[in-house]
């Protein structure tokens, strides 16, 4: 009798066992699935929109100076404001949006469309005065509807001149 009621606790501590790795199976699979659900929202957020404007300050133009040869996107915001061209007769404010437009282009985290999470987009390039924002050029594309996001990249001449480059997504609703 006494080997019975052995075998039936080992029995016993087997299907509990059982039943506790099944449990923590259960608690895994339903975490993963919130975690991968997060992961997949396929949103824009704030610091990669402070992320590119970072990059796009420092992209190489193909616009040439005189002195200094290729121009960074920052010094074609100085060009622009100042009107200047480039050394093969464009004017740089044609370059700098044209520059802009491709980069935001053939960049697919910004791509506008039904199968896209970017409903538009809104980059604003100001300078300041006086410490009034004065508007020195727009490109956007798209529905500005749903969630908003940007950021702000501030830079100067040497000179003390204040600009502010300003990029703001507009995405999708989420849906909860």
Known sequence: MINFLKKRN???????FALIIVLVAVILVVFLGF???DSD??????YEVQSFLGAVIQYTSDCEDYVRGPRLIRDLVFDCYSE??????????????????EIISHDP??????DSPVNGYRLNIFFLEEDVE??????SDGNFTGVKKGGTQN???????????????YSKKLEN
């Open 10 to 16: 080992g029995q016993e501590e087997m299907i509990g």
């Open 35 to 37: 975690m991968l659900h």
């Open 41 to 46: 929202r396929s949103s824009v957020e704030n």
């Open 84 to 101: 200047k061209e480039c050394v093969d007769g464009r004017k740089s404010c044609d370059v700098l949006n044209e520059t802009i437009s």
């Open 109 to 114: 985290k910004w791509q506008v469309g039904e």
């Open 134 to 139: 004065n508007q020195l050029m727009i490109i």
């Open 155 to 169: 830079f100067a001449k040497s000179s003390g001149e204040e600009y502010i480059i300003s990029f703001e997504t």
